[in-house]
């Protein structure tokens, strides 16, 4: 569980327009904004590389100081990202009270993948859901939701009916349409012994390979060309 917060310091802002927004991403800040709790929203910027391990660290609360102020209970509600390097470019906290219970989207851990029987046998095993909604108190939201698949069997599901929640952890999402994981056969190829026989016979009748039917369409363009000069 989620037993512990990290402190994070940023610095009030004024909303600015997108140039001086990407004059800060230039200096290294990354802006963002505070908003719930029934007070108002607060611009603010933070520098990259506090922000990128404050979220990394353990804990989905942030314990956020304005300027040096007292400090605020803050999860996570959204970010953004560069599509291609990865970089934060905005981020959204929202006030928290330790003592209320809240929603958040939470990763979905595989364990005892190599152990399950259908693996084992050779088959796929698919993760299909990655993210599970939950509802707990700030404190009690877990960095993942933990999943046992050592027992299933090959063409096998798991829905999210199958597991018992962590105590404090309200699962929300559908039990019996959630699919979690499946395990099917690998893929082999269809294309019979007799089918590749005949196209390859095909390509024996055909009198010259591909490669060296382009190399006397080339010498032919090439002899026009030759011809045409000459004219």
Known sequence: MADQTTKLDVHAREAAHSRETRRLRRSGQVPGILYGGGDAPQSFAVAERALRHALAGKGAVLDL????????????????RHPVRGELLHVDLLRVDLNV?????????????HEAPGVIEGGILEHVTREL??????NDIPESIVVDVSK???????????????AGITL??????T???????????????????????????????PEASAEAE???????DDAASSE
């Open 65 to 80: 100081s304005i300027d040096g102020g007292p400090a605020t209970p803050a999860v996570l509600k959204d970010s953004q």
């Open 152 to 166: 299933m069997e090959m063409n096998a599901t798991m829905q999210l009916s199958e597991i018992t929640a962590p």
């Open 172 to 177: 929300l999402d559908d039990p019996d349409a």
């Open 133 to 138: 909604t939950i509802e707990a108190l700030p």
């Open 179 to 209: 699919v979690l994981a499946s395990i099917t056969p690998p893929s082999v190829s269809t294309e019979s012994d007799d089918e590749v026989e005949t196209e390859t016979e095909r390509v024996g009748e055909s009198g010259a390979a």
């Open 101 to 113: 219970a809240i929603e958040a989207s939470v990763a979905v851990e595989f364990v005892g993948e």
């Open 218 to 224: 080339r010498g032919d363009e090439a002899s026009g």
